[in-house]
């Protein structure tokens, strides 16, 4: 027997291994047959070049567990150790196995441990670790090696018989629930299902009187052949499903899926599907996960996949992508990034070979991968340059154009009078019906933007797109969305625009969070009298604020509203007409008073023009003078106010416009039907 120290830059190592080298200690288990996984690999390459002249026939990993012992151990029939291997490879903490071998067999590209810190692992869960080893080289003697958790070990000599390592992990006391068989299993299906040796944990089961027992047949945890791993001309549409569903089950099919294949400037397989999406709440990230060389490692890809692409699914495999000793946490480096620029421009060229060479398919599938299109040229600007070749609009019609054939479709009626095409939308085919019903009257036409980020969407293609902008089809009237002349001036003269205003304004009914202002288009006569109409920059903002941190003060900004009120339509006219006649006597000494007011504010505003201070005197004059004005404007919106009060063709307008936009609710919906039922007796 021999004793020694653990070569290590510390006096105690494994505090810091249990504290900080690993984020859960069940990675201890990956670790452990991962490792296996490599001796064995490593056997297979030595057989190869012909130093190994034994069988390689049924190598495989088993994992057993003893409850009675409280021990867990990982065995493999791989290349084994030697003494003086183990004194440098396991005493030696720092040295990395793997990469000795790899620099004797250049091409043996299956190993990938890191035998050293990777075997380490184990002390987070074990307060002893014994390795029971015999090396595959002639005449080499069984060595057993044994580590209670201090640096002081004990190595001697052993009656192991068979090929191979034994890990024999004592549990600490805490960690008992990795000799639970459940837990164990779905560890192993967690990490290893994919390995591309045998792992072997406990046996098949059947049922036979009255309940399960163990079968003579080996359990099998892995797939050591995944679907990734071969040709995509061997494969049927039924492999793609039956894969899928293993690693995303109780999900619908997906839409379609993209086989990644590729061995130079780097090595990476993988398949990438795009699932189906119901509703909002099924959008989750990370589901994508990478595998090197069969090992599952992590679902936090953001550094390969680029986020715009994160809403994907499925599985990478590359052992090109560098790790951290843990294998838990990706490292960005030139070759990460060439591997996130080749998924991307996979990604869409598939796209835009489907676009292209199926477009009805893609026309059929594109409301459930719009969301995963929009959000990736949202994210990345290199998706989004493919992008903007296959990317669909569709109008209210339910037709689907590529953007450059929309411009085109839309461009002889839809150009304002300085060159800018407008693309109307709308968000809502029932609430905005009559608003889409007035531009498609004109022979306008409408898309439909109801998706989660057609509000940003919208934003980018604005920016991409020259001189292109999008308006909702609510956010005017039709001549001002559309502007091909000059505006139309109002009929009404000034005083006839103030009554109008305070007429309508004063009505308005409640309604949360919203804010009204009154103005005037000449639109035609038949078309309606009052629209109400939401600004397209305040409404934007206000969705942006959904999407963008620090725009918080916009999404808690009132909705801001416009009552337009139509100069050319007869009732407006009739209704402002008889208001300015009803009101002329009542009116006419409140607007002489006011003439007369503001001639003097005037006067003394006059007097600051040179920048001369005015004197305390004419300070005061002033400041009576505008508080004398504002009372008398007051007196006057009151006027025009109980006067609209008796006006019910004013509240009628008022409310058939709100509930044409689905604003008209509660109390104020009650008195309108009220209100309509007395109009018809």
Same mark, same amino acid.
């Given at each position: 027997?021999?004793?020694?120290?653990?070569?290590?830059?510390?006096?105690?190592?494994?505090?810091?291994?249990?504290?900080?080298?690993?984020?859960?200690?069940?990675?201890?288990?990956?670790?452990?047959?991962?490792?296996?996984?490599?001796?064995?690999?490593?056997?297979?390459?030595?057989? %190869?070049?012909?130093?190994?002249?034994?069988?390689?026939?049924?190598?495989?990993?088993?994992?057993?567990?003893?409850?009675?012992?409280?021990?867990?151990?990982?065995?493999?029939?791989?290349?084994?150790?030697?003494?003086?291997?183990?004194?440098?490879?396991?005493?030696?903490?720092?040295?990395?196995?793997?990469?000795?071998?790899?620099?004797?067999?250049?091409?043996?590209?299956?190993?990938? $441990?890191?035998?050293?810190?990777?075997?380490?692992?184990?002390?987070?869960?074990?307060?002893?670790?014994?390795?029971?080893?015999?090396?595959?080289?002639? %005449?080499?003697?069984?060595?057993?090696?044994?580590?209670?958790?201090?640096?002081?070990?004990?190595?001697?000599?052993?009656?192991?018989?068979?090929?191979?390592?034994?890990?024999?992990?004592?549990?600490?006391?805490?960690?008992?629930?990795?000799?639970?068989?459940?837990?164990?299993?779905?560890?192993?299906?967690?990490?290893?299902?994919?390995?591309?040796?045998?792992?072997?944990?406990?046996?098949?089961?059947?049922?036979?009187?009255?309940?399960?027992?163990?079968?003579?047949?080996?359990?099998?945890?892995?797939?050591?052949?995944?679907?990734?791993?071969?040709?995509?001309?061997?494969?049927?549409?039924?492999?793609?499903?039956?894969?899928?569903?293993?690693?995303?089950?109780?999900?619908?099919?997906?839409?379609?899926?993209?086989?990644?294949?590729?061995?130079?400037?780097?090595?990476?397989?993988?398949?990438?599907?795009?699932?189906?999406?119901?509703?909002?709440?099924?959008?989750?990230?990370?589901?994508?996960?990478?595998?090197?060389?069969?090992?599952?490692?992590?679902?936090?890809?953001?550094?390969?996949?680029?986020?715009?692409?994160?809403?994907?699914?499925?599985?990478?495999?590359?052992?090109?992508?560098?790790?951290?000793?843990?294998?838990?946490?990706?490292?960005?480096?030139?070759?990460?990034?060439?591997?996130?620029?080749?998924?991307?421009?996979?990604?869409?060229?598939?796209?835009?070979?489907?676009?292209?060479?199926?477009?009805?398919?893609?026309?059929?599938?594109?409301?459930?991968?719009?969301?995963?299109?929009?959000?990736?040229?949202?994210?990345?600007?290199?998706?989004?340059?493919?992008?903007?070749?296959?990317?669909?609009?569709?109008?209210?019609?339910?037709?689907?154009?590529?953007?450059?054939?929309?411009?085109?479709?839309?461009?002889?009626?839809?150009?304002?009078?300085?060159?800018?095409?407008?693309?109307?939308?709308?968000?809502?085919?029932?609430?905005?019906?009559?608003?889409?019903?007035?531009?498609?009257?004109? $022979?306008?036409?409408?898309?439909?933007?109801? $998706?989660?980020?057609?509000?940003?969407?919208?934003?980018?293609?604005?920016?991409?797109?020259?001189?292109?902008?999008?308006?909702?089809?609510?956010?005017?009237?039709?001549?001002?969305?559309?502007?091909?002349?000059?505006?139309?001036?109002?009929?009404?003269?000034?005083?006839?625009?103030?009554?109008?205003?305070?007429?309508?304004?004063?009505?308005?009914?409640?309604?949360?969070?919203?804010?009204?202002?009154?103005?005037?288009?000449?639109?035609?006569?038949?078309?309606?009298?009052?629209?109400?109409?939401?600004?397209?920059?305040?409404?934007?903002?206000?969705?942006?604020?959904?999407?963008?941190?620090?725009?918080?003060?916009?999404?808690?900004?009132?909705?801001?509203?416009?009552?337009?009120?139509?100069?050319?339509?007869?009732?407006?006219?009739?209704?402002?007409?008889?208001?300015?006649?009803?009101?002329?006597?009542?009116?006419?000494?409140?607007?002489?008073?006011?003439?007369?007011?503001?001639?003097?504010?005037?006067?003394?505003?006059?007097?600051?023009?040179?920048?001369?201070?005015?004197?305390?005197?004419?300070?005061?004059?002033?400041?009576?003078?505008?508080?004398?004005?504002?009372?008398?404007?007051?007196?006057?919106?009151?006027?025009?106010?109980?006067?609209?009060? %008796?006006?019910?063709?004013?509240?009628?307008?008022?409310?058939?416009?709100?509930?044409?936009?689905?604003?008209?609710?509660?109390?104020?919906?009650?008195?309108?039907?009220?209100?309509?039922?007395?109009?018809?007796?």
């Amino acid at each position: 027997m021999s004793k020694g120290t653990i070569g290590v830059t510390t006096n105690n190592i494994f505090p810091v291994i249990k504290k900080f080298l690993y984020s859960d200690h069940e990675i201890f288990l990956r670790e452990l047959v991962s490792n296996a996984v490599d001796a064995t690999q490593k056997l297979k390459t030595l057989s %190869g070049a012909g130093d190994f002249k034994g069988s390689t026939e049924g190598l495989k990993v088993n994992i057993a567990v003893d409850k009675e012992a409280g021990t867990l151990t990982v065995s493999d029939s791989g290349i084994g150790m030697t003494a003086e291997e183990i004194d440098k490879y396991i005493n030696q903490i720092a040295f990395s196995g793997a990469e000795e071998f790899l620099e004797k067999y250049k091409d043996a590209e299956a190993i990938i $441990g890191h035998f050293g810190l990777g075997f380490y692992s184990a002390f987070m869960v074990a307060k002893k670790v014994e390795i029971r080893t015999l090396s595959w080289q002639e %005449g080499a003697k069984a060595v057993s090696w044994t580590c209670d958790g201090s640096p002081e070990f004990e190595m001697e000599d052993c009656d192991k018989t068979e090929r191979g390592t034994d890990i024999i992990l004592t549990l600490d006391d805490d960690e008992k629930e990795f000799l639970e068989a459940a837990r164990i299993e779905g560890l192993l299906k967690k990490y290893c299902r994919f390995l591309p040796v045998p792992i072997i944990f406990g046996k098949e089961q059947e049922w036979k009187d009255g309940k399960y027992q163990d079968t003579d047949k080996d359990k099998v945890i892995n797939d050591v052949e995944p679907l990734w791993s071969r040709m995509p001309a061997d494969l049927k549409d039924e492999d793609y499903l039956k894969f899928y569903h293993a690693i995303e089950p109780m999900q619908d099919d997906p839409l379609f899926w993209i086989h990644l294949n590729v061995d130079y400037p780097f090595t990476l397989t993988g398949i990438i599907y795009f699932p189906k999406i119901k509703n909002n709440l099924d959008i989750r990230k990370d589901l994508i996960q990478l595998y090197c060389n069969q090992v599952y490692v992590t679902d936090s890809v953001e550094v390969v996949v680029p986020d715009g692409l994160m809403l994907l699914q499925g599985v990478i495999d590359s052992p090109d992508i560098p790790l951290n000793v843990s294998r838990s946490y990706l490292q960005s480096d030139r070759a990460v990034k060439k591997i996130s620029t080749y998924i991307t421009k996979k990604v869409a060229a598939r796209l835009e070979e489907i676009a292209k060479n199926q477009p009805d398919e893609f026309e059929k599938k594109w409301n459930d991968i719009k969301i995963f299109i929009e959000y990736g040229m949202l994210s990345d600007e290199k998706f989004c340059e493919s992008g903007l070749k296959f990317a669909l609009l569709e109008n209210c019609d339910g037709k689907y154009f590529k953007l450059e054939d929309y411009r085109k479709l839309i461009e002889g009626e839809q150009t304002d009078k300085e060159g800018n095409l407008i693309c109307l939308y709308a968000t809502d085919k029932e609430s905005q019906y009559a608003y889409i019903k007035a531009a498609t009257d004109k $022979g306008y036409d409408v898309l439909l933007m109801n $998706g989660e980020l057609d509000g940003p969407f919208v934003s980018m293609l604005e920016q991409k797109q020259e001189k292109m902008r999008f308006v909702r089809v609510d956010s005017d009237v039709l001549d001002n969305l559309i502007r091909k002349q000059d505006d139309n001036k109002p009929q009404f003269t000034p005083e006839q625009q103030e009554i109008a205003r305070s007429l309508f304004h004063s009505q308005i009914p409640p309604v949360e969070k919203a804010e009204f202002m009154v103005s005037f288009a000449a639109m035609s006569p038949d078309d309606k009298p009052v629209v109400v109409t939401q600004a397209e920059f305040m409404r934007r903002m206000k969705e942006m604020a959904r999407f963008q941190p620090g725009m918080n003060f916009y999404g808690d900004m009132p909705n801001m509203y416009g009552l337009v009120l139509n100069t050319k339509h007869p009732l407006i006219q009739n209704i402002v007409e008889g208001a300015e006649k009803a009101l002329e006597t009542e009116l006419k000494p409140v607007n002489e008073d006011i003439t007369a007011t503001q001639n003097v504010v005037n006067a003394i505003r006059d007097l600051k023009k040179d920048n001369k201070e005015l004197p305390e005197d004419k300070k005061k004059d002033l400041d009576d003078n505008e508080k004398h004005l504002d009372e008398l404007r007051q007196k006057k919106t009151n006027i025009i106010t109980a006067y609209a009060a %008796g006006e019910s063709r004013v509240h009628q307008l008022i409310d058939i416009a709100l509930l044409s936009n689905g604003m008209l609710k509660g109390e104020g919906l009650d008195r309108f039907l009220k209100r309509s039922i007395g109009l018809l007796k």
